[in-house]
């Protein structure tokens, strides 16, 4: 089984460093590593474990593009593809893990991590503190695993013969909120899509190189509604996702958390919702903003 590891990024070049020389650390070494960057800049000062094939390709800005770029490229050349963000460390049997599953479960076409810590939700997390809880992270000894209707993107394991038919919209701008779930749902109409703590990993939540506060709360209404009416997103999930940003959004914009930007992602929120009542929403409207 051929596997190989995707990575999307932009402006994050030395902590795109630390993410693929991590992965030299795997119990089973990947076949084929893809960067899929928009400029020289993003991939500065890079150098890959010799262990690691590793390729560069150039794609235009935008998560749904870049990962679209690395699938052309690839081709025909793996049976599975992980997409990882540039801020998620795997713990080290992660693709050993991933090898032996899909490899007894015909019917499994995709699967996404337990993470040991999710930076996105606080300050973010250190690299080191990532590397430290990986490291310390044994195998569970009961396993505990649930059937999920759309993983989560910045762990995404894919079975390549499922998704041939299947891109990540690019009408989804820039981070391409809710890009993960858009692509996940249609492939989980080919089989069956798993959240597994047999795979680990941290994901950093690294602020850099994000959307502005304004763009993500735009997004945060406009992509979900787009889902909706393309009916690749769980309806309970995009109107629990639009509730309840925009009531933290609300909430917190008053006294707000320093590493983010409530007051500029409640504006967003407002902006799309004033547009959808005039029905010109659009995801890609953030690019005029």
């Not at 919209?169 to 692509?183: I, M, N, R």
Request: with cysteine; glycine share 8%; aromatic share 6%.
């Amino acid at each position: 089984m051929k596997i190989a590891v995707v990575v999307a990024t932009t402006g994050r070049a030395e902590l795109l460093g630390h993410t693929v020389a991590r992965l030299a650390r795997q119990t089973r070494l990947p076949d084929r590593v893809v960067i899929s960057a928009v400029t020289e800049e993003d991939t500065a000062g890079l150098a890959a474990p010799g262990t690691l094939p590793t390729e560069v390709i150039r794609a235009a800005r935008g998560l749904p593009r870049q990962r679209n770029a690395a699938l052309r490229h690839l081709g025909d050349g793996a049976d599975i593809i992980v997409f990882i963000d540039d801020d998620f460390v795997p713990a080290n049997d992660y693709l050993a893990v991933i090898e032996a599953e899909f490899s007894a479960r015909p019917e499994l076409v995709g699967a996404t991590a337990v993470l040991l810590a999710d930076g996105i939700k606080s300050a973010g997390i250190s690299f080191e503190r990532a590397v430290a809880m990986v490291d310390a992270h044994h195998p569970p000894v009961t396993v505990r695993e649930r059937p999920l209707p759309a993983l989560y993107g910045c762990n995404l394991c894919v079975r390549l013969s499922a998704a041939r038919e299947i891109r990540f919209d690019e009408a989804l701008p820039l981070y391409g909120w809710q890009e993960d779930v858009d692509f996940s749902f249609q492939l989980g109409r080919k089989g069956q899509l798993i959240y597994t703590d047999r795979l680990a990993g941290v994901h950093l939540g690294a602020k850099a190189g994000r959307t502005s506060g304004k763009r993500l709360g735009y997004s945060q209404i406009a992509n979900p509604i787009y889902l909706l009416r393309k009916k690749t997103i769980p309806p309970r999930l995009a109107w629990r996702l639009m509730a309840r940003n925009l009531a933290a959004n609300c909430l917190r914009s008053i006294w707000p958390e320093p590493y983010v930007d409530r007051f500029g992602r409640l504006h967003g929120n407002v902006r799309a919702l004033f547009d959808l009542a005039r029905g010109r929403i659009h995801p890609e409207r953030i690019l005029r903003l």
